[in-house]
């Protein structure tokens, strides 16, 4: 009996390493997946930018490298980028198809780290507050470096975001960094902030970002102005957000 127990133990001690064994090559050969994924399209746009003759130094022109990967896919509309950071992606925009991206790849095949992705009810150009989500991977990819601006040393090293768009290059001042628990019923709903229907609303939501920042960071806005709004998921608290507000600035001031 005891040999039999043993057997049927060691069975299923077989069967679990082999699943975990499966499970953790899926997991390698998707990175693997990704990562070359990301290689070939920032070689792309580099590329088209080489080629291209145009002074993209003024931020009311277009990357040529944003194009080719409007072309490649319409989806996407931009690429973010944070100094410090390994927060170098592109950004894809699908309104209509909610959360498309979450587990998506920029050829719309399946993968663990999605992509970023704009908010589907933002409208470039008109909304006030553009969104855009992104995975924390535990690998450190996506937006997982959010992270780092929980401490003001990263902020005061690298306190402003590029945003390369198929519209135009768009820069950023970063106002508030911040962390709260989301769909509590009582919660700061930060996700629901994308058009202000009067100056009132976008004070408030600018009173309310900086009342929960970790840091003053010296920088506000004003009616008017132009946010970003960069979010992720925050693991010290029940479904927890790390956010980082900004907002638009000329690059001469960045």
């Not at 390493?17 to 990175?31: C, N």
């Not at 994924?37 to 944003?66: C, F, N, R, Y």
């Not at 209509?96 to 009810?121: P, V």
């Not at 450190?140 to 768009?165: N, Q, S, V």
Request: charged share 25%.
């Amino acid at each position: 009996m005891r040999k039999w127990v043993a057997g049927l133990l060691l069975s299923i001690s077989v069967i679990l390493l082999t699943i975990s064994l499966y499970f953790l090559m899926g997991f390698l050969v998707q990175e693997r997946q990704d990562n070359q994924l990301q290689q070939e399209l920032q070689e792309l746009m580099q590329e088209k930018e080489d080629d291209s003759e145009e002074d993209t130094s003024d931020d009311l022109e277009v990357d040529a490298g944003i194009l080719a990967l409007h072309e490649e896919n319409p989806d996407c509309i931009g690429w973010l980028t944070i100094d410090g950071t390994r927060i170098d992606y592109p950004v894809m925009y699908r309104p209509g198809d909610k959360n498309y991206y979450l587990h998506r790849d920029f050829n719309g095949e399946y993968s663990a780290n999605g992509c970023l992705f704009l908010a589907e009810e933002c409208v470039p150009g008109n909304s006030d507050n553009l969104i855009i989500y992104g995975h924390h991977m535990n690998s450190g990819k996506m937006f997982a470096d959010l992270e780092k601006y929980k401490d003001k040393e990263c902020y005061e090293g690298h306190p402003t975001i590029l945003f390369r768009t198929i519209w135009g290059n768009e820069y950023y001042q970063i106002l508030s960094a911040f962390t709260t628990p989301v769909y509590t019923g009582n919660d700061f709903d930060y996700y629901s902030f994308i058009k202000a229907q009067k100056g009132a609303d976008y004070e408030y939501f600018i009173r309310e970002i900086k009342r929960k920042a970790i840091y003053e960071t010296g920088s506000t806005a004003e009616y008017g102005d132009k946010l970003l709004t960069l979010s992720t998921c925050e693991y010290s608290q029940r479904n927890g957000r790390m956010v980082v507000v900004a907002k638009k600035i000329q690059q001469n001031e960045s």
